[in-house]
Each structure stands twice: as C-alpha cells, then as structure tokens.
C-alpha cells in the first residue's frame, strides 16, 4: 500500500532533490524491504506523513537500494529516522516506536 504524502529516494541525485533541497524540513525513513521492524513502523510513518503534510516532506530511502546515501549518513542499523532541516541532517533516532514517541524524540 504506498502512500502520496511519502516519496522515495533510491539515488544519491534524487535524495539531493528531496531531501537536501527542500524548502521544509524532511522525515527520512532509512529502511530494508527486509527488515521487520522497519514494517513494524511503516504505519507510524504514514501517519506523520498523513498528519504533517503541509509541513514536513516524508521520504523513504531503501538502504540497500541507496548505499552511497546510507553510508554518508553512517545508518548502520535500521530503521533509523532523520530529520533534515535546511539540507541538514539535525536529529535521528533509531529502532521501531510509536509515532508520538518518533516525534518527540526527533524534535518534531
């Protein structure tokens, strides 16, 4: 099921275009196909890309898809969210959680 408040970023060039060169602040789920608890927390995701639309762009870079971008930003455990601000990456947590606790913990 894909959500049309969520974008994704499977190159270095098109991670640039959304997410260091958006004019508001971005949500970056670094995720795997793979991964569990990234499942676990997609429908957090979709809610603060449902709930934050006019505010905050949401999108999801596929590690394994978008090495060169995981690796700049050293993801070595997923998922780990970002929040990039200005082209800068300013908070990150890692691991599934609740959406309110995704956002507290990342400033948002």
Excluded: H
Excluded at 43 to 50: F, H, L, V
Excluded at 54 to 60: A, I, M, S
Aim: glycine share 4%.
């Amino acid at each position: 099921m894909s959500n049309a408040n969520i974008q994704y970023a499977n190159d270095a060039t098109t991670f640039n275009n959304l997410v260091i060169n958006s004019d508001k602040p971005v949500l970056v789920d670094f995720y795997a196909d793979w991964c569990g608890p990234c499942k676990a927390v997609a429908p957090e995701i979709d809610k603060i890309a449902d709930e934050k639309k006019d505010t905050l762009n949401v999108v999801k870079v596929d590690v394994d898809a978008n090495v060169e971008v995981a690796s700049q930003y050293q993801v070595m455990s997923i998922p780990t969210l970002g929040l990039f601000k200005q082209g800068q990456l300013v908070a990150r947590t890692m691991g599934a959680m609740p959406k309110d606790r995704i956002l507290k913990s990342l400033g948002i």
